[in-house]
């Protein structure tokens, strides 16, 4: 792949995520019965990143959790034969809670849904919103996320690369373009 464009850098990634902290006090009236849930891989370092916010807003904790869609996935067949399952940890109840999911990307709306079954088999929370760094359009699904840090519309041969210090040594977000491989046309 190659770098078409870096259209977000660390401060960039930063001043978003405060916005969405406040976004998310808001919506909710405070944090009174409020947890996130960060999806493998990228949404968990997101999630803490949040939640580090909100403190700093609110000056309360709020529980962070981590959740493993691997075998919610409606593509599971294609992706491996053996697929690698992470461990999910939320260690504290969803009932009756608000629970936002939180995600570095939508595209299809895939891995919200199995996101969202993946909780309804942990508890019933009184509702659940989503969370996304970067919405790059392309839905196949009636999944809209909540709060979307920015709207970034790309063609099916561009993919958007979020990059976090605590997975990739470096905070920023890409577009890149897909190769073309030689002699095969694709």
């Known amino acids: 792949m190659r770098i078409k464009a870096q259209i977000m850098n660390e401060d960039d990634v930063n001043r978003v995520l405060i916005?969405?902290?406040?976004?998310?006090?808001?919506?909710?009236?405070?944090?009174?019965?409020?947890?996130?849930?960060?999806?493998?891989?990228?949404?968990?370092?997101?999630?803490?990143?949040?939640?580090?916010?909100?403190?700093?807003?609110?000056?309360?904790?709020?529980?962070?959790?981590?959740?493993?869609?691997?075998?919610?996935?409606?593509?599971?067949?294609k992706i491996a034969l053996e697929p690698v399952v992470n461990r999910t940890n939320v260690p504290f109840t969803v009932e009756g809670k608000t629970v936002v999911l939180v995600d570095d990307v939508i595209f299809t709306g895939r891995t919200a849904r199995a996101a969202l079954d993946a909780v309804m088999k942990i508890g019933r929370p009184a509702r659940i919103q989503l969370a996304v760094l970067v919405d790059r359009g392309h839905l196949e699904l009636p999944i809209k996320a909540t709060y979307v840090g920015k709207n970034i519309p790309t063609s099916l041969n561009e993919i958007i690369a979020v990059n976090l210090t605590e997975c990739d040594g470096v905070t920023n977000v890409t577009i890149n373009e897909k190769q073309e491989r030689e002699g095969t046309g694709k």
Request: glycine content about 6%; proline content about 3%; some cysteine.
């Open 19 to 77: 916005r969405i902290a406040h976004q998310i006090i808001e919506k909710n009236h405070g944090t009174e019965k409020l947890c996130l849930i960060g999806i493998r891989t990228r949404g968990v370092p997101l999630a803490k990143r949040l939640a580090r916010n909100i403190k700093k807003i609110e000056d309360c904790e709020i529980p962070v959790g981590e959740l493993d869609i691997t075998l919610y996935r409606d593509d599971l067949n």
